[in-house]
């Protein structure tokens, strides 16, 4: 059976347009709440995150997971107010504080009043990272510069590989996928507290060459189609590239998907976030190369066409009529 996908075009541009609404949107209410579009991780903004766990071989210290309230407590008292506090590990028995940066003392000193508060820490599982702001700062500007490299990589290749139109729709599909991405992410960093780092700048990197790469592969077809049939329909076309590289794109992304769940799964808490993000956008990434990019050219190539035919058209001779009457 064949899939038409341009008669359907106006609920896949609904579906992705409600979703880009939603991404804008909660990147506006963090703007408001973060001062960021997305919360920040350590890497970025500068600080120290300190990240201590309960020694549970002492027997009945692990039977109720940690207070956040009790850790606010003993952070106020620090005068460290500002602080980021999430309760984390297995059962809850871990705690993650980002904060100022703290030096030495500062820090041996909060984690004393934690751990007689709480309870004592596993020395093993203690972590405390400090990135200054000056060089958070410059990760995130070569984040960007690399984000931006990479868009103006992919137009001038597109462009010189299929025409300008293919380049730009195709820049548009990937910016849908970047924008809905950056956009769970930061729903996840209101509801989950959950903070985007270096590794994030990364997936999304991974991500444009992943769409750019499934949309290429749809427009060799449609190029190869029209080449060898030239008065055939935009949307007749289409489709039936869409419908010859249907199932090799479901199965290019369902196997990619399956390695990402399992590093979600057991690539531990540093890979975690990274395995999300590029769960999300390869899904994204995959529904915009079938549904939005060729449908987007093929409503393009049917409005050119209609002004050029209006462009072409003679002009009526009034003269005539005219003169008759």
Request: charged share 15%.
């Amino acid at each position: 059976m064949k899939f038409s996908v341009v008669k359907q075009r106006k609920l896949w541009w609904t579906i992705s347009a409600t979703l880009m609404m939603i991404s804008i949107v909660a990147m506006l209410i963090s703007w408001q709440q973060l001062g960021a579009p997305l919360r920040p991780s350590l890497d970025f903004v500068g600080g120290t995150r300190l990240q201590f766990e309960r020694d549970c071989t002492q027997p009945d210290k692990c039977t109720q997971p940690i207070n956040i309230s009790d850790v606010r407590e003993v952070v106020d008292v620090e005068k460290l107010n500002n602080s980021s506090i999430q309760v984390v590990g297995k059962n809850q028995q871990g705690i993650s504080i980002r904060t100022k940066t703290l030096n030495v003392e500062q820090r041996t000193q909060l984690q004393t009043a934690l751990s007689e508060k709480i309870g004592a820490f596993n020395p093993k599982a203690t972590q405390i990272d400090t990135v200054g702001p000056t060089l958070g700062r410059q990760l995130f500007t070569q984040g960007l510069l690399a984000l931006v490299v990479s868009f103006a990589g992919i137009v001038i290749y597109l462009s010189v590989r299929f025409q300008v139109d293919y380049a730009v729709i195709a820049i548009i599909a990937l910016f849908h996928d970047v924008l809905i991405t950056l956009g769970a992410f930061s729903i996840l960093g209101l509801v989950a507290g959950i903070e985007v780092d270096s590794l994030f700048v990364v997936a999304i990197l991974t991500i444009t060459g992943f769409s750019v790469t499934d949309t290429v592969v749809i427009y060799d077809r449609i190029r190869e189609i029209l080449n060898l049939h030239p008065n055939d329909h935009i949307d007749k076309v289409v489709d039936d590239a869409i419908n010859q590289t249907l199932t090799r794109s479901i199965n290019t992304t369902f196997t990619v998907l399956l390695t990402l769940f399992s590093l979600f799964l057991f690539g531990g808490e540093t890979l975690r976030n990274f395995a999300l993000t590029l769960i999300i956008g390869f899904t994204m990434g995959a529904y915009s190369s079938i549904f939005i990019a060729g449908s987007l050219l093929a409503w393009w190539r049917e409005r050119r066409s209609e002004y050029q035919l209006v462009e072409n058209a003679e002009p009526i001779d009034t003269s005539a009529s005219s003169q008759d009457s």
